[in-house]
């Protein structure tokens, strides 16, 4: 019972040291990283290397479709001169188009692309290791970025909250 006391407070603990930084590194930097870390699983564990020409296709239809969805995300904060610079004050929240989907496009634009690069490389690793995007994602912005709409927008943005979905 001890034990299990400990372990759930360092949970705590360890998530709140997570959640008190104000500013984590920026998403672009988040994906260079996350690619730096997927070539590397697919140089020297080769090991977890497989031979499916279809996956590495699939990638390769990803990537297209996956920057698609983040120059359209841009293109939605130009047009209603809103800011896409994450931690700055919003201008409007925005709620229509791809928004009304999810309320983080531009991150599953960038999973997918993580995603299809694991695809190409061909290793389970460099896979598995594009999916760590979305914790690291969850708790060193998107929650802060939450925070922040709600203290914002607080109704308009409880009402998006509820009614869309933060992936897909």
Known sequence: YGTDQKRSRYKK???MKLMTRKKGPIPPIIVIINILLQFFFAIFFKFLSFNIKFLAVVGWTL?????????????????????????????KLITSGIYSYSRNPMYLGMLMTLIAIGLILSNIG??????????IMKHRIILHEEIM???????EYKIYKKNTRRWI
């Open 13 to 15: 603990t360890f998530l």
């Open 149 to 155: 709409l709600m203290d914002q927008f607080h109704l």
């Open 63 to 91: 990537i297209p479709i996956s920057l698609l969805i983040i120059f359209v995300c841009l293109f939605q904060f130009r047009e209603n001169k809103t800011t896409f610079v994450v931690f700055k004050e919003a201008a």
């Open 126 to 135: 460099s896979i598995l290791f594009a999916f760590l995007f979305i914790p």
